[in-house]
C-alpha cells in the first residue's frame, strides 16, 4: 500500500463546476499536511496548508480528518486555469521528509 | 518566483556514467531536499540536508549521494546512471517554520 494515495483520475469538468478530490495516508504520526498544485512539466507550488479545523483560500476549501486519514481538496467555480495535477503531501512528524501522492489529474473545459 | 534555482534545467547522459545537479537556496532557508519524479508519478524523497549534515534518507541506493555547502547551496550526484534514473529531479528549500518551496527542476535523461 503506498503511504499517501490519491485518485490519479484525469477528472473531466465544465467550468464553473465544483470539484472534490480526496487522499488517504496510511503513517498516523504523520505532522502536517498540503496541497500542491503542479502544471505540465513545471515544478510544484504549495496551493494550501490543510489543518483540522478545515481552511478555505478564496474558490479552494481543505478539510483533514485525522481519524480516518483522510484529506479533501474542494474547487469550487472551476476556471480553466485550474487545469492541472494536485498533489496530495504528509510530512512526517521528524519534519524532513515530504512524501507525495501521485497526484490527480484536473481539466477544466470551456 | 521561489528564488530556488537549479541547474542544469536540462541533461542527457549515457548508462554508467556519473552526474552532478545544483540547487541555490532561497535566500535565509538552511534545509535542502532532494526528489525524483518519474514521468506520471509523484517526488520521491532521496534526501534532506540542514546545515551541511544529511539529516534524513528516502529509499535510494548510495550511488545517490549529495552535499550542502556553507551557503546552503547543494549538489545531488549520482554514480553508474541507470535508464531508470531519467527523472525530473526536483530542489526544495525551506526554513525554519516556513514551507518548502521547488525549484524548476532539472530533466535527466539517461540512455
Known amino acids: 500500500r503506498k503511504e499517501v494515495e490519491q485518485d490519479p483520475g484525469p477528472f473531466n469538468v465544465p467550468e464553473g463546476a465544483t470539484v472534490a478530490f480526496n487522499c488517504t495516508y496510511s503513517n498516523s504520526a504523520s505532522q502536517s499536511f498540503f496541497w500542491y498544485r503542479q502544471d505540465c512539466r513545471k515544478e510544484p507550488k504549495l496551493l494550501m496548508s490543510?489543518?483540522?479545523s478545515g481552511n478555505e483560500d478564496g474558490r479552494f476549501t481543505a478539510q483533514l480528518n485525522r481519524a480516518s486519514q483522510y484529506i479533501s481538496l474542494l474547487i469550487r467555480d472551476s476556471k480553466l486555469s485550474d487545469s492541472a495535477t494536485y498533489l496530495c503531501?504528509?510530512?512526517?512528524?521528524?519534519?524532513?521528509?515530504?512524501?507525495f501522492g501521485g497526484g490527480t489529474r484536473l481539466m477544466v473545459k470551456p | 518566483e521561489t528564488g530556488v534555482t537549479q541547474s542544469p534545467t536540462h541533461l542527457i547522459k549515457t548508462r554508467g556514467q556519473q552526474v552532478t545537479l545544483r540547487c541555490s537556496s532561497q535566500?535565509?532557508?538552511?534545509?535542502v531536499s532532494w526528489y525524483q519524479q518519474a514521468l506520471g508519478q509523484g517526488p520521491q524523497f532521496i534526501f534532506q540536508?540542514?546545515?551541511?549534515?544529511?539529516?534524513g534518507r528516502g529509499n535510494f541506493p548510495p550511488r545517490f549521494s549529495g552535499l550542502q555547502f556553507p551557503n546552503y547551496s547543494s549538489e545531488l550526484n549520482v554514480n553508474a546512471l541507470e535508464l531508470d534514473d531519467s527523472a525530473l529531479y526536483l530542489c526544495?528549500?525551506?526554513?525554519?517554520?516556513?514551507?518548502?518551496?521547488f525549484g524548476q527542476g532539472t530533466r535527466l535523461t539517461v540512455v
Open positions: 490543510v489543518y483540522s
Open positions: 540536508y540542514y546545515r551541511e549534515e544529511e539529516n
Open positions: 526544495a528549500s525551506r526554513g525554519m517554520n516556513t514551507e518548502a518551496f
Open positions: 535566500s535565509g532557508h538552511n534545509t
Open positions: 503531501v504528509v510530512r512526517n512528524n521528524a519534519g524532513n521528509m515530504l512524501t
